[in-house]
């Protein structure tokens, strides 16, 4: 028997209160994240403990304890309990540059500040014309670009070789083009993986399962080795070009597989609707199937570009002087022999991969909060 | 099967199924189909689920194909040719049970681009128009808003206005209540009645039997996909003639 009254009709209105002051804010976060039981409370101690300990530790290594300037590594060896900046510092142009020879480098910096500048100009979302930057970025900027590092009799510029060209600036390159190549690539393979043409979709798998069940070092000796055999001499490509185009390939396959995920989780009723609406299969696929497909998979795609960015490091096996290869030859510079150098050295080339793969990380999180903006 | 030229020839045809079958594997899903809609005549179809009700509308604008018989619409028959099939789908609206509007676009974005994209209309032009039509449904106000943030009934509303700024001669609804609330049933069956009125040819597939009997010129029971019995609403549901309509109607009218 219930003890309640069966009829209730209300008579005022139940007033909206605040929540409990337990139960919101800092102090309610910091409870329910780290001092939620006995053994989350030990974790969050020891981890604070150990973070005080090794934190200064390594900043003094890094900055008070650190040799700044030298002009060369007499000084390093002496002060062994600190890094030696002095080191990065008087390679700093090696790095950067490789062996393009010092005359012509402020080509490779004309063509590094117009593609910053290109690539701001892109990414960031609500900038004007961006239609105008992407065209200069993807098709005027590429001949430029190669005119400036390659040299041109027509204007002038004196031929530098690619066996010359190294140093951050081939790290970048590699990893743009190998960005700018493998997405658009990657989306044809998807989508000719879910194509209805038996001949299409075969050839998408194949394509596709065969670079994937291939390690990068095997595709790239392959473009280095193979493809000149396959190609007359005069045709074969260039020494850089090789690597490049492996690089574009191999992350082409794995950019197809995520962006096959993204069309598989497509609602059908996309797809219908569309076609209701009498849009055929390009327009389709641009507008309606593509821009939510590759928002979903922005974090995997993202991913592959982090990858791609850590592979190109792996050119240095056919012979390309990148960033990680050129600090290799740096450390081995007998006038800065030293304790401290290997360390250094590594270090500084750990931070420079790390500040790239972290802005990508940040940068495609800002975007996919944006695109979620206003959508379900 | 008999045939129901003589009610459709009050204007010209308008879609014509003739002997039509289709399967699904090894299932038959649609038995010997004949019918005929006329010109601005409003079909209801209804039958139990799984009877092919959905799959009938649907080989209408060929998001199904049939393997046999002859489906003409607005004088166009139905191939596999692409051409043709491009023509019936830019004349035939569609509205779906789960809206399917594209939640990457705004309400406006969703009306405007067809119009643009197939019927090459200047972008003024067709957000005109999308406005005429988002007004008529009574969602202007959220022309800017993306679909995720509006109801179940807006969404749908939008989604007739979306398919009507094609400026179909056809209009087909797939269950277009099923997936609303109750209480936002009446604001699409409103609009549905109020195109009705308009004139607009209709082939509606609902289970909303009041908007049937108030709106519909014809109705079609469809049951293990074959046509049972075809009739003007008031004596379909009040003499229905075949023992599997009687048993269907004692079934959804409670």
Redesign the interface.
């Known amino acids: 028997m219930s003890l309640e009254p069966v009829a209730y009709v209300r008579t005022a209105p139940e007033p909206e209160e605040p929540p409990p002051l337990l139960s919101r804010g800092g102090l309610a976060w910091i409870r329910a994240n780290l001092f939620s039981s006995i053994g989350s409370s030990l974790v969050t101690i020891g981890c604070v403990a150990l973070a005080a300990y090794l934190l200064p530790h390594l900043a003094a290594w890094a900055t008070t304890r650190a040799i700044w300037s030298a002009t060369d590594g007499a000084v390093c060896r002496q002060h062994q309990d600190g890094a030696c900046w002095a080191f990065v510092v008087a390679k700093w142009d090696y790095l950067r540059f490789g062996s393009y020879p010092v005359a012509e480098r402020w080509r490779v910096d004309v063509v590094e500040a117009i593609g910053a500048a290109l690539v701001v100009w892109l990414l960031w979302m609500n900038a004007p014309r961006r239609s105008w930057g992407a065209l200069l970025f993807f098709v005027v900027y590429p001949i430029v670009a190669l005119i400036l590092l390659r040299g041109s009799s027509l204007v002038g510029l004196p031929i530098v070789d690619t066996l010359l060209w190294g140093g951050i600036f081939v790290s970048l390159l590699t990893a743009v083009v190998g960005i700018v190549f493998s997405l658009p690539l990657g989306v044809l393979l998807a989508l000719g993986r879910r194509s209805p043409l038996p001949v299409v979709r075969m050839a998408s798998v194949v394509f596709i399962e065969f670079v994937r069940g291939v390690p990068f070092i095997t595709i790239l000796f392959m473009a280095n080795n193979l493809l000149p055999l396959f190609l007359p001499e005069a045709w074969a490509p260039d020494r850089l070009l090789r690597p490049l185009a492996g690089i574009a390939i191999f992350s082409a396959a794995y950019m197809a597989e995520e962006v096959r995920g993204g069309l598989q989780s497509l609602d059908r009723g996309q797809y219908e609707a569309a076609m209701a609406l009498g849009l055929n299969y390009p327009r389709m696929t641009a507008l309606v199937i593509l821009p939510q497909a590759l928002t979903l998979v922005i974090p995997g795609i993202v991913n592959n570009f982090i990858g791609l960015f850590m592979d190109t490091t792996l050119v240095s096996v056919v012979g390309v002087t990148d960033f990680l290869e050129a600090m290799n030859n740096a450390i081995k510079d007998p006038v800065w022999a030293g304790p401290t150098i290997l360390t250094t050295g590594y270090v500084f080339a750990g931070i420079f991969y790390f500040a790239f793969c972290y802005g990508m990380a940040r940068y495609s999180a800002h975007v996919e909060r944006t695109l979620a903006k206003g959508r379900r | 099967m008999s045939d129901f030229s003589a009610v459709a020839d009050r204007g010209d045809t308008a879609i014509r199924f003739t002997n039509v079958h289709k399967w699904y594997g090894s299932f038959h899903v649609l038995r010997n189909i004949s019918l005929t809609v006329g010109r601005g005549e409003r079909i209801v179809v209804c039958g139990p689920s799984g009877s092919g009700k959905s799959t009938l509308i649907r080989c209408v604008?060929r998001?199904e194909d049939h393997q046999r018989g002859s489906i003409v619409v607005d004088g166009v028959e139905l191939t596999d040719d692409?051409k043709r099939i491009?023509e019936v789908?830019?004349e035939?609206?569609?509205v779906?049970q789960?809206f399917?509007?594209?939640?990457?676009l705004t309400i406006l974005e969703n009306c405007t681009?067809?119009p643009i994209?197939?019927r090459k209309m200047p972008k003024r032009d067709a957000e005109e128009l999308a406005a005429k039509l988002l007004a008529r449904v009574k969602i202007l106000d959220q022309a800017n808003?993306?679909?995720?943030?509006l109801s179940g009934g807006q969404q749908q509303r939008a989604?007739i206005a979306?398919?009507l700024c094609?400026t179909p001669k056809i209009m087909l609804f797939d269950e277009p209540t099923s997936s609303l609330d109750p209480e936002m049933v009446k604001e699409v069956l409103d609009t549905m009645t109020a195109l009705a009125q308009e004139g607009m040819t209709m082939v509606v597939v609902t289970h909303e039997m009041g908007f049937a009997r108030q709106v519909a010129d014809r109705v079609v029971f469809i049951d293990r996909g074959e046509i049972v019995e075809v009739n003007a609403p008031g004596a379909f549901f009040d003499h229905p003639q075949h023992e599997r309509t009687r048993l269907f109607l004692s079934q959804i009218l409670h």
């Open positions: 604008n998001l692409i491009d789908r830019r035939v609206g569609m779906f789960n399917n509007l594209f939640p990457h681009l067809a994209w197939v808003k993306y679909p995720g943030q989604a979306r398919a094609m």
